[in-house]
């Protein structure tokens, strides 16, 4: 669906991008993983062809800098920084893009309704939460129905709550056999929706793999916080520190349990070391 060949792009004497390849299927979630500065926006801002660059890049068969009107016809675009218009309505903002795409009001009403928006239809997008603010960008890149979702670190300025909504709009997107692809340095995000993962280092292309490989490849680790039972033994926080501890573990107290610090992919092994050592964990959750 995708295809990037060669790609590269300077700034003065500065490489964002370095003959940067990269192929997408049909329907497939892509992530583009990295730290700021990695190339992940100037990837995406070639395919819009808002950078001119070396290379070649193809959207379904189309170079997208030749053919880039019919293009642009098959993309819809979240970015990063959101810009509208803040004393429109919602509803007005939604129906200036409908112009610009030729979207029907009727598909105004199911995309609002789709993000959870329809009661705010009548606010002023000023007055919106920046979750609010972020689906609706959402619902109107989808204003045309376009076959491929482009997203610029789509939760960046979200809260977890929001983080979270959004990221379940998304998967209901995914499953409409959307074409997607996203940059983020959110492994969370990749976890959930991608297929599979380019890593940017210094706008060159370092690895591919599959989201459940990244944590173990970047080094990724998380903190959990366990808890014991109200009845557990006086001295279970105090063994357990030690136990976890003498294998290797950073664990601290915390209130009325301890957190420990573990490899993404082994958030599990604390726990079952705690439960075979007779000291039973009643309940964790992820910090």
């Not at 997208?64 to 007005?92: D, I, N």
């Not at 919106?128 to 109107?140: C, D, E, F, N, T």
């Not at 610029?152 to 692809?181: C, G, M, W, Y």
């Amino acid at each position: 669906m995708i295809t990037f060949t060669q790609v590269t792009k300077r700034f003065g004497n500065f490489t964002a991008l370095a003959a940067f390849d990269l192929t997408v299927a049909p329907q497939q979630a892509v992530a583009l993983w990295g730290p700021n500065g990695a190339g992940k926006t100037t990837a995406i801002k070639c395919l819009l062809d808002l950078l001119r660059y070396q290379g070649t890049i193809t959207v379904d068969g189309l170079d997208a800098h030749r053919r880039g009107k019919a293009v642009r016809r098959l993309l819809g675009y979240v970015p990063q920084e959101l810009a509208f218009y803040p004393r429109l309505s919602t509803v007005e903002t939604a129906k200036f893009y409908a112009r610009l795409k030729d979207a029907s009001d009727a598909r105004i009403l199911e995309l609002l309704e789709l993000v959870d928006l329809t009661d705010h239809r009548q606010k002023a997008v000023g007055a919106l939460s920046g979750g609010m603010k972020q689906r609706l960008a959402l619902a109107l890149a989808l204003l045309a129905d376009p076959p491929i979702l482009i997203l610029d670190e789509p939760t960046s300025n979200l809260d977890a709550a929001a983080r979270d909504h959004f990221l379940s709009l998304l998967r209901q997107v995914k499953d409409e056999n959307k074409t997607i692809i996203f940059t983020s340095h959110r492994l969370e995000e990749v976890e959930q929706l991608a297929d599979k993962v380019v890593v940017l280092k210094a706008g060159r292309r370092e690895h591919e793999c599959a989201p459940e490989e990244l944590a173990d490849l970047i080094g990724a680790t998380r903190q959990i916080k366990l808890r014991f039972a109200p009845d557990a033994p006086d001295d279970v926080m105090t063994r357990a520190l030690a136990l976890l501890h003498a294998q290797g573990y950073a664990a601290h107290p915390n209130g009325t349990g301890l957190i420990v610090t573990v490899a993404a992919g082994a958030k599990a092994a604390p726990i079952g070391l705690l439960n075979g050592a007779d000291m039973p964990v009643a309940d964790f959750e992820l910090e």
